[in-house]
C-alpha cells in the first residue's frame, strides 16, 4: 500500500501522511519518531454467515467477508494514521498489517508501522 499527501480511506477522513511500504522514501530525509499502530475487531454476523455458509459449501468466493476484511484493514489504517498525525509525523514507513482470531467468530486486524518526521 502506497498513498501521499491527501490520502483519504474509506470513512472521509483525509490524511497529508505518505504511508509506503518500503523502508525508504527516495529523494527523502528523515528521522523515526516511533512505532505506530491502529486495530479493530471484526465479529461475524448471523444472517451473512448464513449465507456465506451457503457460498462456502457451493464454493466460490465469500464476497461479504472479503468486504468486511477490507473495511476492517481501512479502519485499522485509519487509527494508525490518527496516531501518527498526532506524533507530527509526515510519513509512515514499513506499513505492515497482522491479523489473529480474538474468539470464535471474532478476528483482529492490525496495521502498524514507523513513524517518521522529514529533516
Partial sequence: MAGGP???????????????????????QYEIIGIVQGNTIQTKNIGRDFTQGLR?????????????????????????????????????VCLRYASSTVSAGAAEILAFGTAVKYV
Wanted: glycine residues 10%; hydrophobic residues 40%; negative net charge.
Fill in 56 to 92: 462456502h459449501i457451493a464454493g466460490g468466493e465469500l464476497k461479504a467477508y472479503v468486504d468486511m476484511v477490507s473495511k476492517a484493514r481501512a479502519l485499522s489504517t485509519e487509527r494508525m494514521l490518527e496516531e501518527a498525525e498526532a506524533l507530527g509525523a509526515d510519513a509512515v
Fill in 6 to 28: 491527501g490520502l483519504t480511506e474509506p470513512y472521509g477522513k483525509t490524511f497529508n501522511i505518505l504511508v509506503t511500504t518500503t523502508e525508504n522514501i527516495p529523494g527523502k
